[in-house]
Nanobody, 122 residues
Framework: VQLAESGGGSVQAGGSLRLSCEAS????????IGWFHQAPGKEREGISC????????YYADSVKGRFTISSDSAKNTVYLDLNSLKPEDTGVYYC????????????????WGQGTQVTVSS
């Protein structure tokens, strides 16, 4: 299994970014892919997840209404659209192979991507 994130960068508060997670080595249509955020000096926490089997999506309260997760099976890619970004959204974003029921728990991850850095300035 390989998960490759891209799309991170530096933006001002209120700006937007689109993160991508390209998956290989797995049956994408059966997989659930989650996104985790690790702020500087803090624990990695689950913020969103999508189940490709039934298209259900999950969001942490901290990102609900601002971030949107989606999936493109033709490209084996999951996206996370980050809108209305805040300085506290700064950190490394990882995609992960995980059952969405446990998307908030990093201990439930079967496979990690390498991460992509997002920096939001005030």
């Amino acid at each position: 299994v390989q998960l490759a994130e891209s799309g991170g960068g530096s933006v001002q508060a209120g700006g937007s970014l689109r993160l991508s997670c390209e998956a290989s080595g797995l049956n994408f249509n059966d997989a659930s892919i989650g996104w985790f955020h690790q702020a500087p000096g803090k624990e990695r926490e689950g913020i969103s997840c999508i189940s490709n089997m039934d298209a259900r999506t999950y969001y942490a309260d901290s990102v609900k209404g601002r971030f949107t997760i989606s999936s493109d099976s033709a490209k084996n890619t999951v996206y996370l659209d980050l809108n209305s970004l805040k300085p506290e959204d700064t950190g490394v974003y990882y995609c992960a192979l995980i059952m969405c029921t446990y998307y908030y728990n990093k201990n439930g991850v079967d496979w990690w991507g390498q991460g992509t850095q997002v920096t939001v300035s005030s």
